[in-house]
Structure formats: structure tokens, C-alpha cells
Nanobody
Framework: VQLQAYGGGLVQAGGYLRLRCAASGRTFSTYDMGWFRQAPGKEREFVAAISWSGASTYYADSVKGRFTISRDNAKNTVYLQMNSLKTEDTAVYYC????????????????WGQGTLVTVSS
């Protein structure tokens, strides 16, 4: 499966953005999907994940209550709605496909897309 993230940009603190990850291939609906991010000078970290059916989700504590992950298998797309953005949310955001939505480790995901930059200004 090939992945491409879209929707990044510059937003003021307190604002919102919606990221979109488009997948190619007919097997998208069989994969759990995750969003990760990497801030300058920091390691890539888990943000959110969703099971293949969309029935289960998992969030990092730092985004819980502010971010929402969802998917539309008919459109081969996964979304990340980001509300109440903070300056510390500034990072390159990556989508990834795997088979363990409950595992926030990078190595649980075998397919990665190119990232999209989110910049939150104060």
C-alpha cells in the first residue's frame, strides 16, 4: 500500500487542521492505520491509531480530547482532525499502515507515507 499525507499548513494556536492520508491499493481496508509526528530535533512519536474497521481507536495522552482519527474505507482515506492546536503540536505528520493498532511503536507499521508539515504559531 502506498500512502500520501495532505493537509498540513500554518495555523495559530487554538486553531484547527484536518489532515488526510490517501492510500493506493485494494488492501487499504485490511490495514490498521496510524498517525505519527516528528518535531525538529526530536524522535518520531505516536499520535493516534485506528483499527481496520474503524471500530477501535487509540490516542497519545498528549492529543487525547483534541485530535480525532477516522477513516473511510470506501475512499481509501484516513483522517486526523486536530482541534485546539498548541505550539508543541508543530511537527511533520506521517501516516502509516500496519496490523497492530494498539501498539504505538514505529516498528508496528510497515508502510509509511511522506509527511506533511504542521506549524502552529503562538
Amino acid at each position: 500500500v502506498q500512502l500520501q499525507a495532505y493537509g498540513g499548513g500554518l495555523v495559530q494556536a487554538g486553531g484547527y487542521l484536518r489532515l488526510r492520508c490517501a492510500a493506493s491499493g485494494r488492501t487499504f481496508s485490511t490495514y490498521d492505520m496510524g498517525w505519527f509526528r516528528q518535531a525538529p530535533g526530536k524522535e518520531r512519536e505516536f499520535v493516534a491509531a485506528i483499527s481496520w474497521s474503524g471500530a477501535s481507536t487509540y490516542y497519545a495522552d498528549s492529543v487525547k480530547g483534541r485530535f480525532t482519527i477516522s477513516r473511510d474505507n470506501a475512499k481509501n482515506t484516513v483522517y486526523l482532525q486536530m482541534n485546539s492546536l498548541k505550539t508543541e503540536d508543530t511537527a511533520v505528520y506521517y501516516c502509516a499502515a500496519g496490523n497492530s493498532w494498539y501498539n504505538p511503536s514505529l516498528n508496528a507499521y510497515g508502510y509509511w507515507g511522506q509527511g506533511t508539515l504542521v506549524t502552529v504559531s503562538s
